[in-house]
Nanobody, 113 residues
């Protein structure tokens, strides 16, 4: 059974930083792609960033230059480093095994102005 568990969310002031972590179990971690999504109150869930099995990354324009996605295959972890946070980044952030129905439970990120 594939499981993804996020952590690292919290309350931060605008301009601050947070690092989200996602531990993955139950699959062959190193051969899969992963992604981070977010869902703000009253809005649809949206894709934020993705990382391929080879380490290639891509980002939504709204976070490009501020967020960095990375992975540690030995630890079976996916990370999202978030810098220069803005109030509009406030959302529940989800880790996903790409192109599947496997999602984490989410972690709340709140950015105060």
């Amino acid at each position: 059974q594939v499981q993804l568990v996020e952590s690292g969310g919290g309350l931060v002031q605008a301009g601050g930083s947070l690092r989200l972590s996602c531990v993955v179990s139950g699959n062959n971690f190193g051969v899969n792609d992963y992604a981070w999504y977010r869902q703000a109150p009253g809005k649809q869930r949206e894709w934020v960033a993705g990382i391929s099995w080879s380490g290639r990354t891509n980002y939504d324009d709204s976070v490009k230059g501020r967020f960095t996605i990375s992975r540690d295959n030995a630890k079976k972890m996916v990370y999202l480093q978030m810098n220069s946070l803005k109030p509009e980044d406030t959302a529940v952030y989800y880790c996903r095994l790409s192109v599947t129905s496997y999602w984490g439970q989410g972690t709340q990120v709140t950015v105060s102005s």
